[in-house]
């Protein structure tokens, strides 16, 4: 796995530059990463380019050794270009156009004249470099987003509805679809339509749910322009990416959407950004958030097959709550994570700590006087070198081990199910992020390598024993119909409350509630409870009580459906809270509760895990075992000590049996 730095020329004196590139290489370096928002030195006046200094620097990389990933500068608009035309600039949900004052993502890159500025700089990067051969590969953009999430500008207006046009053709399907009977909300023509603000007091939920899904099909679209651009112009030995970010923090970007466009995604992770999930104990401020690095690296994992991570992070950041020093040890566990979690390569954001702008105090590989490694970049040399050393232990013919075949899963994902629950929670305490995660880490907790696929993939019981789809709204019979053939095939699926509750369109079945899942699951949903913050129901599963609350669902199951878990108190007490059944070959479970932990679902889990043969681990929450290339790696994110599950006849070849929190432990 090489590992690679951010390096901006354009921050620093030209006659540091070489020297800079010496010392990457020295330091153990692969690769180099450049050119990212340095649109305004590469285009320094309209139609003037500027390419001495990148060429320069490409070539001190290439002297040292280090390949290059160059970046489209598409991010961030020159001064020239957006005071020429501030018609490209994005207008946030208050009305307000944003400015060229330290921005970046500030524009729409699908306006005409935007598109036709981004296309002339990527053209001519990709035809001066496209066949440089110490270009190793190219990242558009950066963390593809709109700065305000959503664009509520005068072109974005006009595109949303020509949009609406495409997708229904007549005002009269589009008033069906929005239900727009409801208030009297029904349209007369398409020119009537404005775009849906969530910071109105009120909106009609179909209209945001196609907005978001307006959206992300733009920003796939800006992203699947300059990738054509560039493969007209570059060679086949240049790789294609973007490093997607946050997507818990981004709704509107959807990595499938550019499925096929890319030669694979890549993705970046802060894992001391204080936004994250954290697990508990006195030290997680400076250990991080393994579980969103691990769902985050199995996202872009499931794109095209394999990713990188293309910005991790050295130290402290700025940009957090607060901004707290790592625990020593801590950015070495972060590089053997994604190491065991498959990464092909690491880049770190970024080799110097900046004198100025907006990221002072975002560390580097190197202090601020530029020659001194700070403790965060000796912790890269470091894991560098350990990983390097790996190679005598190496067997190329290493295959998964059995174990782990018979518990991978398939998650099935589905944006539209996000977006659609985000204008449709019913109740305050849901938040669909934290009810995906507690799936996510009660499986990771078992060791459980997880793939996401979508509804139009094939549903492979042998590639996948398991399928979970968590709280998946919005169905329609032919992902029923797909279930249940999965399920005789050999499949075993894991379906959450809320599964099955409305249409594509958002609209409730019109059946009994949930009725078209009700065959498939073998039991009737009866209604539904949601409870106050401050009161706690019972739900009893085998000789365990757990605590509930942010939504229960009642049952009632079919003759031969078994019941595993019940609530054990309220006005229902008794009544069925989880099932589960065979068919065919495989099994259905269907849990119609969400407690706001994850004991409860983690014991259910297990029960179905085991129960279909699959050898499991058990794993405190937020320590990770994964297994690349035949070696296993195990990582502590907890405050506490944990004694790995390592056979008496396995070879460690880094660390120890006992996890301390922070550290690393490989074994063949």
Partial sequence: MPVGAYYYPEHWERNQWSRDMKRMAELGFSFTHMAEFA???????????????????????????????????????????TSKHPEVLLVNEAGVRLAHNGNRMHANQNHPVYKRYIER???????????????????????????????????????????????????????????AAFWSGT???????????????????HALLDFKRYTADALALSIRTQAILLRKNINAGQWITTNYAY????????????KGDLDFASHTMYLLSTFLNYPE??????????????????????????????????????????????LPGAVRMWIWHSFGLGDKFTCT?????????????????????GVTVARGGKEYLQAIGEIKSLEKFFDAKAQIPAELKSRKTAFLWKQDNLWEMMSSAHTQSWDTWQHYYTYYQSLKSMGVPITFIRESDNFDPKEFPFMIAPAYSMVDSAIVNKWQKYVEDGGNLILSCRTGSKDNNGHFHETLLQQPIWKLIGAKVEDTDQLPPSVTGKIKSGNSTYD????????????????????????????????????????????????????????????????A????????????????????????????????????????????????????????
């Fill in 349 to 369: 954001y970024r080799f110097r700590q900046p004198l100025f702008g907006g990221e002072q105090y975002h560390k580097g590989i190197m202090e601020t006087d």
């Fill in 39 to 81: 649109w305004a030195n590469l285009e320094p006046e309209e139609g003037k380019f500027d390419f001495e200094w990148l060429d320069y620097c490409i070539a001190e990389a290439a002297k040292n050794g280090l390949k290059v990933i160059l970046c489209t500068p598409s991010p961030c608009p020159p001064a020239w270009l």
């Fill in 187 to 205: 349209y007369n023509s398409f020119d009537q339509i404005r775009i849906p603000n969530e910071k109105e007091s009120s909106n009609n939920p």
């Fill in 613 to 668: 043969g699959a050898k499991i681990l058990d794993l405190p929450d937020y320590v990770f075992i994964e297994w690349r290339d035949g070696f296993w790696v195990a990582v502590n994110y907890t405050s506490e000590n944990f004694n790995l599950p390592i056979p008496a006849e396995a070879k460690i070849i880094l660390g120890n049996k006992e996890l301390k929190p922070g550290e690393v432990t490989v074994w063949k």
């Fill in 281 to 326: 104990g006195n030290l997680n401020y400076r250990l991080g958030s393994g579980m969103e690095l691990s769902f985050s690296n199995e996202m872009a994992h499931s794109i095209e097959g394999f990713t990188g991570i293309m910005e991790l992070q050295p130290g402290q950041i700025n940009w957090g709550k607060y901004n707290a020093q790592p």
């Fill in 121 to 179: 700089i990527v053209t001519e990067m990709a035809k001066r470099y496209g066949n440089d051969k110490h270009i190793w590969g190219w990242q558009i953009d950066n963390e593809p987003h709109l700065a305000s999430l959503y664009d509520y500008s005068d072109f974005a207006q006009t595109d949303f509805i020509e949009w609406l046009k495409k997708k229904y053709n007549t005002i009269a399907q589009l008033n069906k679809a929005w239900g």
């Fill in 247 to 258: 997507y818990k923090f981004l709704p509107p970007v959807d990595l499938f959407r550019n």
């Fill in 548 to 611: 509930w609350n942010i939504w229960g669902e009642l049952l009632t199951p079919d003759k031969g459906t078994e019941t595993l878990a019940t609530f054990a108190d309220q006005f229902y007490a008794g009544t069925a809270a989880v099932t589960t059944r065979k068919a065919g070959k495989g099994s259905i479970t269907y849990l119609g509760v969400w407690t706001g932990k994850t004991a409860f679902e983690k014991s259910i889990l297990k029960t179905v895990y085991q129960r």
